[in-house]
C-alpha cells in the first residue's frame, strides 16, 4: 500500500544538491529544518539517501542501509532499494519526483526528471533497471507523479518540440501552443504516458494536478524564481 503523507512546516525546507564529491553531507545551514523534519518522520530521515541530480540517467541501487546519514550519490538521477528502512529522496523545484513501488516484490525505485531526464527517458530505465535487478512485473507496479511545472506554464522552444514530436510519436497530446506562439509542454502528462508505455496500468499512476510555477503559496519554481529558490524534498521509505 502506498501511504502519502503530506508534511507542512512552519518554514520552507531549503535544501539542495549540487555536490561534485561523494558521500558528502548535506548543507549545515539545513539542520534546523531537516531536525524538524526528522520528528516527523523519523525513519526516513535517519536512512536518507538522495542522488546528486545531475539531469541525466543514472540509476543506482542501493542495497544497504547507510551508517551515516544522509547520503548523496554523485551523478545520479535514480535511485532503487528493496531494503525496508531506507528512504530514497528526491528534490525538485518544477521538475517532477516520480516514485514507482511494486508491492509484491517489495521494490521502490524513484525518480528526477525534468526536460532532459524525459526527453532521455529516465522512467522506463528507471522501471527497467526495477525489472533486471529486483524481478519486477511492471503490470504490478504503482507510480505517483508529484507537483511540478504545468502544461499552461512551461513554454520550450520549437526545436525542443520538434525533438519531443519525433523521440516520442505519443507526445503531440502534451505539446500545446502558449498565447506568445512559443510550444509548451506538459511534462507529467508525458512522463505518464511513459510509465504507461514501461506497461504500468493507467488506473496505478497517481499524478498530482499542482502547478509549481502557478502555486508560489506551496511551491519554489525555478522557472518562476530563478536559480536561488529552494528545492522541495520528495521522499519514500519501505517500512
Ligand atoms: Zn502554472
Avoid at 547507510?66 to 525538485?92: R, Y
Avoid at 506554464?153 to 500545446?176: D, G, H, N, Q
Avoid at 502547478?211 to 519514500?236: F, I, K, N, P, V
Wanted: hydrophobic fraction near 40%; aromatic fraction near 6%.
Amino acid at each position: 500500500m502506498i501511504n502519502l503523507t503530506p508534511l507542512e512546516f512552519k518554514d520552507r525546507l531549503f535544501i539542495g544538491v549540487n555536490v561534485k564529491s561523494e558521500h558528502v553531507s548535506l548543507p549545515h545551514r539545513d539542520t534546523p529544518l531537516l531536525n524538524q523534519a526528522q520528528k516527523i518522520f523519523p525513519v526516513a530521515f535517519s536512512s536518507l539517501i538522495v542522488g546528486e541530480q545531475i539531469h541525466q540517467t543514472r540509476i543506482e541501487c542501493v542495497g544497504t542501509v547507510p551508517a551515516s546519514p544522509p547520503t548523496i550519490l554523485p551523478g545520479t538521477d535514480g535511485l532503487i532499494t528493496a531494503v525496508p528502512g531506507t528512504a530514497l529522496g528526491i528534490f525538485t523545484a518544477d521538475c517532477t519526483a516520480v516514485m514507482v513501488y511494486d508491492p509484491t516484490t517489495l521494490c521502490l525505485g524513484m525518480a528526477h526528471a525534468g526536460w532532459r531526464g524525459t526527453y532521455e527517458n529516465i522512467l522506463e530505465k528507471l522501471v527497467t533497471t526495477m525489472i533486471t535487478a529486483h524481478g519486477v512485473q511492471p503490470t504490478d507496479c504503482h507510480a505517483v507523479l508529484g507537483p511540478a511545472i504545468g502544461g499552461s506554464c512551461y513554454e520550450i522552444s520549437e526545436a525542443l518540440a520538434e525533438m519531443f514530436r519525433i523521440r516520442f510519436p505519443f507526445s503531440k497530446p502534451f505539446l500545446s501552443s502558449a498565447p506568445s506562439g512559443k510550444p509548451r509542454l506538459d511534462l507529467r502528462g508525458l512522463q505518464r504516458a511513459q510509465l504507461i508505455n514501461a506497461r504500468i496500468p493507467d488506473d496505478h499512476i497517481t499524478m498530482s494536478s499542482d502547478c509549481t510555477h502557478c502555486r508560489a503559496d506551496l511551491y519554489y519554481s525555478y522557472r518562476r524564481d530563478g536559480t536561488l529558490t529552494g528545492r522541495h524534498l520528495t521522499l519514500a521509505v519501505l517500512l
